[in-house]
């Protein structure tokens, strides 16, 4: 006969069960909880470091550990080789490229890179190793992730020189001018040279019109920009007595040069100091030409005035009036965008400084002209020649572009 046998399962008490989770808590905290939080650059602008800036850069490697451990050793890499470890009980150890370019016993913060010198051969990656200690004597050690440094330069110092000075001082050249000329300068042509520092890494020049709006070079001139190569792999950008027209120079712009670093957030906009002459021969303005539309075949004759480069018509003694006389030539009708002929027309008109424009010749010297659009000024045509072709043509409105009034009509304007 076969008999039934059970077997039987062990019980595990509760005070069993509890000390099996101690130990399990106890044998899970003997670990170092490390973690690095990430390599980052204090006192400049992302992940570049300037030559020559009075900044005190400090590369940072920030780290969290819990309350019973304690940090003993931040190793810096560059490229995967030492050149930084702190410890504990010892002075840091520093070795080439860094040997005499940083901070071996700084107020705060040992363990991060303090930098007293730059040079280009600081650029490059860099990662920290952290090693933390628990109280349990367990050991753990954390590596960052590659941290990516640029070295360049402060300022590109724009050499704006005219050919026969002797100073070093920033400036334009305007030529054909003496150093006392007034801001309407007869030749009112810029000749503009740069030249840059040694800049690392290889830089992105452009140069043109400034625009105090956009902060920025917003269009790009042809000014035969090149780029030098030192062995030290270092770039010059230079470029030699380009002309410029201030005419060709929008208003509230100035000539200048954008810096940019690929791979960096470095943007730089460079121009020479403000300079009264310079400023006034591109941002001057007056009175609209009257002679600048050669088609109308107007004669004008403008009294007490000057010009400036864009050929407006500023009054001579700025706290007084250019006048300006326009008629039409001997023979000549003047006809009007309406289709109005007048013979014998002239206009007297005004132009102060800081107005809007020119204006109308008041019958009381006590008021102001209105403002004469000069939109509205005629075409002056030879009075036999255009009436006759009225009455050949029988007003063809697309051979003069005028609207069509009955010959008889235009005659008799034109006798009065």
């Known amino acids: ?26 044998f899970l905290h ?23 800036a009075k900044s005190d850069y400090v590369l940072r490697c920030d780290f969290r550990s819990a309350y019973d451990e304690h940090v003993t050793k931040v190793r810096w ?36 890179l303090h930098f007293t010198h730059i040079a280009y051969s600081l650029a490059g990656n860099y990662t920290c190793e952290v090693t933390a200690t628990s109280t349990s004597s367990s050991t753990a050690t954390s590596t960052s992730d590659p941290f990516a440094l640029y070295v360049v330069v402060q300022v590109l110092e724009a050499m704006l020189n005219s050919t026969n000075s002797t100073d070093d ?54 000014a035969g920009l090149t780029l030098h190569k030192f062995p030290n792999e270092s770039w010059q950008a230079s470029f030699t007595d380009t002309h410029v027209q201030v005419r060709d120079i929008p208003v509230q712009h100035r000539l200048a040069c954008t810096v940019r670093i690929p791979g960096t957030s470095y943007n730089q906009v460079v121009r020479a100091e403000d300079d009264f002459l310079v400023d006034n021969l591109i941002d001057a303005a007056g009175c609209p030409s009257l002679e600048s539309d050669e088609s109308r075949n107007l004669v004008v004759d403008v009294g007490a005035a000057t010009r400036t480069c864009r050929g407006d018509v500023l009054p001579e003694d700025r706290s007084g009036q250019a006048t300006a006389m326009a008629r039409c030539p001997e023979g000549h009708s003047a006809v009007f965008p309406d289709g109005r002929a007048e013979g014998g027309w002239e206009l007297s008109l005004t132009c102060a400084e800081n107005d809007l424009g020119w204006r109308t010749v008041p019958s009381d010297p006590q008021n102001v002209g209105t403002l004469y659009d000069t939109n509205d000024l005629p075409h002056c045509r030879l009075a036999y020649l255009w009436s006759m072709g009225l009455l050949i043509y029988h007003c063809d409105p697309f051979a ?11 005659i008799f304007q034109y006798l009065l």
Not at 100 to 106: E, W
Not at 184 to 204: D, G, H, K, M
Not at 207 to 218: A, L, Q, R
């Open 1 to 26: 006969m076969v008999q039934n046998s059970s077997v039987q399962i062990p019980t595990v008490s509760t005070v069993t069960m509890f000390r099996l989770l101690l130990l399990l808590l106890i």
């Open 30 to 52: 003997s670990g170092v909880c490390l973690e690095i939080q990430g390599v980052r650059l204090a006192g400049g602008g992302g992940e570049y470091v300037e030559m020559g």
């Open 77 to 112: 890499r560059k490229f995967g080789v030492p050149v930084y470890t702190w410890s504990i009980n010892s002075s840091p150890s520093v070795f080439p490229p860094l040997l005499g370019q940083v901070d071996v016993a700084p107020e705060a913060a040992p363990h991060n």
């Open 169 to 222: 001082r920033d400036k334009y050249e305007v030529e054909g001018a003496t150093d006392e000329i007034d801001f309407e300068a007869p030749e009112c042509t810029l000749v503009w040279s740069v030249s840059t520092p040694a800049i690392f890494p290889r830089p992105n020049i452009t140069c043109g019109y400034f625009s105090f709006d956009h902060d920025d070079v917003t269009y790009r001139l042809s």
């Open 400 to 410: 003069i572009k005028l609207p069509c009034l009955h010959p008889v009509t235009l």
